[in-house]
C-alpha cells in the first residue's frame, strides 16, 4: 500500500484528491494550517496533522514517522489579484513552502512529487493557453507558481526526483470556501445570493474564464502517479468552454432560483481572457467528459444551501495597498 502526504487536506481539491487517494487503496497522511480550509472536510479514514509547511522544521519531522511514496502539494493561497498586495505572504505561503516539501522529498527519495501549479503562470495574450508556450506571469501569484514548476526541474535534473505539475484553472464545487473575498468568484457570488445581496463584478464583466468543476480535477491528480507517461510533464487541466462573468453570475441566479442582480465595480489589473487546451491531458489520461456548468453549479448550490452564507474574511495583513481596489479596503479603514 502507497503511503502518500497531502497537503492542504482540509482545504478544496486537497480534500477531494485526498478522498481519491483513499479510494485508491492509499495510506493518507493529510497537512493543514485551517487558515482557509475547514476541519469538516478532512476525509474521513485521512491521518491528519494541522500544521504550516512554511515551518521547515514542521515539515521534516512529517517523516518521522515513516517515508512517503507519493507528495500531492495543493496547499497555498490562491488569491491571484491580491498577490500584488501581499508579495512576502504570497512567496512566503506558495514559494518557500513549497521548496520545503521539494527538500524532504529529495531526501526521502519520494517517488512522485505531484504539485499543482496554475494557468496563472501564462499571464496575458496567450490564448488558447498551450503548455508549450513560454509563461509569462504577470502577478505575484502566477511568478510563485512557475518559479516552483522551475525548481522541480531542477530537482530532477539534479537528484532524480520525479515530479508532475497539474495547472488547473477556475476550479468550484463543494467544500470551496465561500467566505474569501479575493477568490473564487463562483462561491462569492453564492454567498451573495444566499444573503440578498448584489453579485459584484469587477468591469464590464465581459472577461471570459473556463470554469472547472472539482470533480473533473481531483480524481486524475489523485490517479496521476500511477501513469508512468505523466511523470516530468506540465498538465493544463479543467473545463474547455470560457464563459463570461456576467454569464457565470446568470448560472447562479439561475440555479438559486432567483433574478440576478448585478452591482458592478471599478475594473482591476487582471487577465481578461483565461483558457486553455486540454488536448495533451486527453492524450496521457483519457478523462471522461468535463461536467457541464449548469448541472456543477446546481451540485454546488445544493451543498451551500445546507452550509448557509458566510461572513466573508478580511485578510489582515496587506503589504501594499497601493492601487488596492476600494471593496477590498477594510471599512473601519474607508471610514478614517
Same mark, same amino acid.
Given at each position: 500500500m502507497a503511503r502518500v502526504l497531502?497537503?492542504?487536506?482540509?482545504?478544496?481539491?486537497?480534500?477531494?484528491?485526498?478522498?481519491?487517494?483513499?479510494?485508491?487503496?492509499?495510506?493518507?497522511v493529510g497537512v493543514d494550517d485551517l487558515s482557509g480550509g475547514f476541519p469538516e472536510n478532512v476525509?474521513?479514514?485521512?491521518?491528519?496533522?494541522?500544521?504550516?509547511?512554511t515551518d521547515n522544521n514542521w515539515?521534516?519531522?512529517?517523516?518521522?514517522?515513516?517515508?512517503?511514496?507519493?507528495? $500531492?502539494?495543493?496547499?497555498? !493561497? +490562491?488569491? #491571484?489579484?491580491?498577490?500584488?498586495?501581499?508579495? =512576502?505572504?504570497?512567496?512566503?505561503?506558495?514559494?518557500l513552502a513549497s521548496i520545503n516539501l521539494i527538500n524532504q522529498s529529495i531526501l526521502h527519495?519520494?517517488?512522485?512529487?505531484?504539485?499543482?501549479?496554475?494557468?496563472?503562470?501564462?499571464?496575458?495574450?496567450?490564448v488558447p493557453m498551450i503548455e508549450e508556450l513560454t509563461p509569462q506571469?504577470?502577478?505575484? $501569484?502566477?511568478?510563485?507558481? !512557475? +518559479?516552483? #514548476?522551475?525548481?522541480?526541474?531542477?530537482?530532477? =535534473?539534479?537528484?532524480g526526483l520525479p515530479y508532475i505539475v497539474f495547472r488547473p484553472h477556475n476550479v468550484y464545487g463543494e467544500r470551496q470556501n465561500i467566505a474569501d473575498k479575493y477568490r473564487n468568484v463562483i462561491g462569492i457570488f453564492m454567498n451573495q445570493v444566499m444573503q440578498d445581496q448584489e453579485m459584484t463584478i469587477f468591469g464590464d464583466g465581459l472577461q471570459t474564464r473556463a470554469f472547472s468543476h472539482v470533480d473533473?480535477?481531483?480524481?486524475?491528480?489523485?490517479?496521476?502517479?500511477?501513469?508512468?507517461?505523466?511523470?516530468?510533464?506540465?498538465?493544463?487541466?479543467?473545463?474547455?468552454?470560457?464563459?463570461?462573468?456576467?454569464?457565470?453570475?446568470?448560472?447562479?441566479?439561475?440555479?438559486?432560483?432567483?433574478?440576478?442582480?448585478i452591482r458592478h465595480l471599478p475594473a482591476r489589473n487582471e487577465v481578461v481572457h483565461a483558457f486553455a487546451s486540454h488536448e495533451k491531458i486527453q492524450r496521457i489520461f483519457s478523462p471522461p467528459p468535463s461536467i457541464a456548468l449548469t448541472?456543477?453549479?446546481?451540485?454546488?448550490?445544493?451543498?451551500?444551501?445546507?452550509?448557509?452564507?458566510?461572513?466573508?474574511?478580511?485578510?489582515?495583513?496587506?503589504?501594499v495597498s497601493i492601487n488596492l481596489p476600494p471593496s477590498w479596503i477594510k471599512k473601519h479603514e474607508t471610514q478614517n
Open positions: 497531502v497537503t492542504g487536506v482540509a482545504g478544496f481539491i486537497g480534500s477531494h484528491v485526498a478522498d481519491h487517494c483513499l479510494r485508491q487503496g492509499f495510506q493518507v476525509p474521513d479514514g485521512v491521518d491528519f496533522r494541522c500544521g504550516s509547511v515539515v521534516a519531522d512529517l517523516w518521522k514517522d515513516g517515508d512517503f511514496d507519493y507528495v $500531492y502539494h495543493l496547499a497555498a !493561497y +490562491a488569491a #491571484e489579484g491580491l498577490s500584488h498586495f501581499i508579495r =512576502r505572504y504570497n512567496y512566503n505561503t506558495n514559494l527519495g519520494v517517488r512522485c512529487f505531484v504539485f499543482t501549479s496554475s494557468i496563472a503562470v501564462y499571464g496575458a495574450n496567450q506571469p504577470e502577478d505575484p $501569484y502566477g511568478i510563485s507558481k !512557475y +518559479a516552483v #514548476e522551475l525548481d522541480l526541474e531542477a530537482a530532477h =535534473r539534479m537528484f473533473d480535477i481531483a480524481p486524475v491528480i489523485a490517479n496521476s502517479p500511477l501513469n508512468p507517461a505523466a511523470y516530468q510533464q506540465v498538465f493544463n487541466i479543467g473545463a474547455d468552454k470560457p464563459y463570461t462573468v456576467i454569464e457565470l453570475a446568470r448560472e447562479v441566479a439561475q440555479a438559486f432560483g432567483v433574478e440576478p442582480k448541472d456543477g453549479i446546481a451540485r454546488m448550490v445544493g451543498w451551500t444551501r445546507e452550509r448557509g452564507p458566510m461572513t466573508p474574511v478580511e485578510f489582515e495583513n496587506i503589504e
